[in-house]
């Protein structure tokens, strides 16, 4: 049974960071595509980071330079490190992954970003 469950998420202040983890179960995270996504308040949901099987990531452009997606393929875990974060990266972040039964999400976990 294929399972993500993300962590994370929270309150910070403009330029601090976080790092949002995704436990994988019922699939190895290695072998598949995954992405962060996040959907704000009134937008559409919308790709931040992504790694594939042979571990290329891509980003947004507005995420460029301070999010980092990784994976620890022993904890089978997909990380996003966050840094320089902004106000305008408030949302619920949701990890998933392209899976051959179909596509998967975890049920989020939200960041916020305010004084």
């Known amino acids: 049974q294929v399972q993500l469950v993300e962590s994370g998420g929270g309150l910070v202040q403009p330029g601090g960071s976080l790092r949002l983890s995704c436990a994988a179960s019922g699939f190895i995270v290695n072998i598949y595509d995954m992405g962060w996504y996040r959907q704000a308040p009134g937008k559409q949901r919308e790709l931040v980071a992504a790694?594939?099987?042979?571990?290329?990531?891509n980003y947004v452009n507005s995420v460029k330079g301070r999010f980092t997606i990784s994976r620890d393929n022993a904890k089978n875990t997909v990380y996003l490190r966050m840094n320089s974060l902004k106000p305008e990266d408030t949302a619920v972040y949701y990890c998933?992954?392209?899976?051959?039964?179909?596509?998967?999400w975890g049920q989020g976990t939200q960041v916020t970003v305010s004084e």
């Open positions: 998933n992954v392209n899976h051959r039964q179909g596509r998967y």
């Open positions: 790694i594939n099987s042979g571990g290329n990531t």
